[in-house]
């Protein structure tokens, strides 16, 4: 990826009503990975709300993983008057050049960069820019914060009096125009599921193995679903090629959560659990927090807990 210096300066910076006035529109963002083909992944917003800054990966195939396959992000957006950008009553010089480039960070992985998107100067003429980030195999975990921002690319020829107090330093940042975090693992996007084949067992079963939920990881060395592929019902699971949307692994999947929840209610540090104070990241506190935060799980109450799980689970699985 090519980067882009950025540095931040106190000037004039776009607000919301500037964006309204440029006629910024972002369309879908898409997602895909390629095995011997290109594969769409679906994006999942908390509760359906496409307006929210989070969102989450689901694959129909069931083959995505990120340690083995890459991940490409593309979003098409347009600005259909960006002239507002420049002059006096705007955040750029007339004659500057500006750019728009996109920051995307990956902490859990220690890794961040930026990639220009597009450059224009004040012509007037709309901008259809398309934003295309592409990351290879295991170099992303956990999450993936995007910012889309605006920015100085070139300084202006020439400066009239009027537009002193606006930036003009290459790399100034202007503004931000999107910005959306991307789940990768974890915190709900990748429950812990093992196969197992053993003819004496259930159909399934939760293993809860963790000392310190706050501190152990949300990963099948402390937690996991096992489904038993040996039982007389596992077709009803799987279906040979996808894990079926069916009922029965939906009240699977929804007993599962239950017995997490309640056990880490349990536990002496429920009370900083759940205001997700001292949760390690990635762990199993931070995991309980975010399903309960996120989709508003009534966790006071067994029986409301036990139908708000499955109110999600049935509205989006």
């Not at 295309?132 to 295991?138: A, I």
């Not at 975010?290 to 036990?306: A, H, M, V």
């Amino acid at each position: 990826m090519n980067k882009m210096s950025v540095q931040l300066s106190f000037y004039p910076e776009i607000d919301d009503d500037l964006l309204v006035k440029m006629g910024v529109q972002l369309g879908e963002v898409n997602f895909s990975y390629y095995k011997n083909k290109t594969y769409q992944l679906s994006a999942q917003y908390p509760d359906g709300n496409k307006s929210s800054q989070t969102i989450f990966l689901k694959d129909h195939e069931d083959f995505w993983e990120p340690d083995k396959h890459n991940l490409t992000i593309r979003q098409k957006m347009t600005v259909t008057q960006p002239s507002f950008l420049f002059g006096s009553d705007g955040v750029a010089r007339k004659r500057s050049t500006l750019g728009m480039g996109a920051i995307w960070t990956c902490k859990s992985s220690n890794h961040r960069g930026a990639v220009e998107i597009c450059n224009f100067t004040d012509g007037g003429n709309s901008l259809t820019p398309e934003l295309e980030l592409k990351f290879p195999e295991g170099f992303l975990q956990k999450e993936l914060s995007i910012q889309i921002v605006i920015y100085v690319k070139e300084s202006a020829e020439a400066l009239s009096e009027e537009e002193e107090a606006l930036a003009d330093l290459p790399g100034t940042i202007l503004g931000t125009i999107n910005r959306f975090n991307v789940v990768i693992e974890g915190s709900g996007s990748i429950f812990p599921i093992v196969e197992v084949a053993e003819n004496d067992k259930p159909l399934w079963w939760i293993v809860c193995s963790w000392t310190d939920p706050q501190e152990d990881s949300f990963d099948e060395e402390n937690v996991k679903l096992c489904i038993n592929t040996a039982h007389k019902n596992y077709k009803h699971v799987y279906d040979g090629k996808n894990v079926r949307n069916s009922p029965v692994f939906i009240e699977i999947m929804g007993s599962a959560l239950e017995i997490i929840i309640n056990r880490t209610k349990c536990s002496e540090c429920w009370t900083s659990l759940i205001q997700n104070h001292n949760n390690a990241p990635g762990s199993i506190g931070e995991a309980v927090y975010y399903f309960i935060d996120t989709f508003g799980w009534e966790y006071q109450d067994p029986q409301r807990l036990s139908t708000s799980i499955r109110e999600y689970l049935e509205a989006n699985m």
